[in-house]
């Protein structure tokens, strides 16, 4: 059986002045027989049509080691103020990390940030939060969530690199929190098409 697969185009076009809410897609195939997969779709601003990257399963695969993937790595600590956390990812590429941050004083909304290395990839959380609340960021789903519900931030979701991976976590200054990172190392898997 063979497979083959063609890429459409479509330009859509909307009234300037107002801002699109959503989108509703409807495939609608007539007069023909087989299979149909339908896969990917990818809206962009702009007038011409830019790159495409397939889907990253196909390329990474769960960390093994002797044929057994390696279960998710769990790394927890108290910040005061501003300290750099050091996680080993033993995989051979970059993963997604979620971050849980659990104040343990009152803090003013965008005194929490995290960043990668020197500063890099920063994230800043948007509002202020007290003892037990809790501020997920979850590379693994895309959410980023204040006691379970969804928050507005300013920035990047978090990954851990490969090998020695730096994180710095920036608190309002003289005050707390716990928190608990975790990511699923990933290895290379097989080879972009």
Known sequence: MSVAFTRFTETIHCKEDKRVVSVT??????????TVYFTDIQAQEGNHLTGYTTNTECMLQKYRENETIVPVR??????RSRETIILFNLGSTSAGLDCHIYPNQNMA????QLSQGAGAHK???NEAVSPGDTFSLL??????????NPTDKEGFFQYTASGDSKHVVKLEDRKSARLLFEFQEMQE???RP
């Open 109 to 112: 909304a965008g005194s929490i």
């Open 139 to 148: 590379a693994s789903t895309r959410q980023c969530l204040k006691n379970g």
């Open 189 to 191: 898997g097989s080879e």
């Open 123 to 125: 994230v800043i959380f």
């Open 74 to 79: 769990f790394y927890n600590g108290v910040v």
């Open 25 to 34: 897609v409807n495939l609608l195939l007539e007069d023909c027989t087989g």
